[in-house]
């Protein structure tokens, strides 16, 4: 096993690598960088989709003298932007250097991936903050919402799965299956919507607040009150996002629990005289449970990490999509590649522990005698 996990993690390296080769190509052909975004917020053009947080903005790029701006406006320099033309060319180029994109395409991918194999991630572009700051700083809310939505979800779906397994065909099968489809089509920024108009001061009750992950006097509440507040927050978002999250999972746990409770071992237990439910979990529930360990990497990273844009911005929640979100929209390239990179290096962690998992759950796996 050792062997192995040491190979796992050798082979991590030349994937994050080529992770982050694809998108920085990408993100040199994409229109519209940083420079075009200062110079759109000094010509007045800025038309980003989403305000931006924090102190720092476009300007504080310029150095502060604007009134140099005129002038020599159909220099090659200016004319690689857009909006540019009628500005000093000295000031792109200045830009362009605070940017870091005086430099070739391939001395700054270096120069990136040598930071961040120190995990320095440098600041900001337009919030004039370290990168790993923000990040931190936004974690709390992420975090909330992908921990509990992965237990309340997984804490849903399994046993359903087991139950709608143990009862196929029933009615009971029937009707939650129907439910399980319902909520599944059912956008969740829809019932966000929904849940805000019945539950927190819409047209009818009151009962939860609208905005934030803690209430405004949460510092001044004992430990009871504030873990009450803090769940109290999360219980609408949570419902939002947990209505189609447990849905796959659910089925994927009774189709695994079916194929296994039909298989010839299963009846050789029962003719053995073992009780229902040590078949099921002392046999079938090691077996059938390999499936949905395969899908917990993705699931884990989409809840903690990707979450739901729609449903941060609906309830006022400022974690780390919105951020990507708006690092995408402004051009805030250290953030974008900073995210990248943690959430590509967590998803290769998280994959080989999701392996190794399966050994936990059954030993007959050997890892060792495959090759990677």
């Known amino acids: ?32 960088g940083p420079v075009e975004q200062v110079i759109a917020q000094l010509t007045g053009t800025d038309v980003a989709a989403t305000a931006r947080i924090g102190g720092g903005s476009g300007g504080d790029f310029a150095g502060g003298d604007q009134n140099a701006q005129a002038g020599g406006g159909g220099d090659a320099v200016t004319s690689k932007y857009r909006g540019a033309q009628g500005l000093d060319p000295e000031f792109i180029k ?21 930071d961040y194999l120190t995990f320095d991630f440098g600041e900001s572009y337009f919030r004039d903050v370290a990168v790993i700051d923000l990040i931190v700083e936004k974690m709390p809310v992420s975090i909330s919402l992908g921990l509990w939505l992965t237990l309340l979800s997984y804490g849903i779906s399994i046993p359903l799965g087991i139950k709608k397994a143990v009862s196929d065909g029933t009615s009971f099968d029937v009707w939650t299956s129907g439910v399980i489809i319902i909520g599944y089509a059912i ?21 939860f607040p609208l905005r934030g992950l803690t209430s405004d006097n949460w510092a001044d509440m004992s430990w009871p009150e504030r873990i009450l507040d803090y769940f109290w927050h999360l219980t609408l978002p949570l419902t939002a996002m947990a209505l189609a999250a447990f849905a796959t999972t659910t089925l994927l746990t009774k189709n695994s629990f079916l194929d296994e409770i039909r298989k010839q071992y299963v009846q050789t237990a029962r003719a ?30 989409s809840a903690f990490f990707a979450g739901s844009l729609l449903i941060e ?6 974690g780390l999509g919105l951020l990507g979100f708006e ?17 590509a290096l967590i998803g290769l ?16 796996i050997d890892f060792e005698s495959r090759e990677v």
């Open 349 to 364: 962690i998280v994959g080989l522990i999701s392996d190794l998992t399966y050994t936990l759950i059954d030993p007959r």
């Open 1 to 32: 096993m050792g062997a192995y996990i040491v190979r796992r993690l050798l082979l991590m390296i030349p994937t994050l690598i080529g992770i982050m080769i694809i998108n920085f190509a990408v993100i040199q052909f994409a229109p519209g």
């Open 272 to 301: 053995k005289g073992l009780s229902e439910r040590r078949v099921l979990y002392g046999h079938v529930f090691r077996n059938a449970m390999l499936i949905i360990v395969a899908g917990f990497p993705g699931a884990f990273i």
């Open 313 to 318: 911005t609906i309830f006022s929640l400022d």
């Open 327 to 343: 690092s995408v929209i402004n051009r805030d390239y250290p953030v974008i590649f900073a995210t990248l990179y943690i959430f």
């Open 187 to 207: 956008p969740g920024f829809l019932f966000a919507i929904l849940l805000i108009v019945l539950f927190a001061g819409g047209s009818f009750l009151d009962w």
């Open 94 to 114: 200045e830009l362009e250097r605070q940017f870091g994109f005086d430099k070739p395409a391939h001395e700054r991918f270096f120069t990136m991936m040598g």
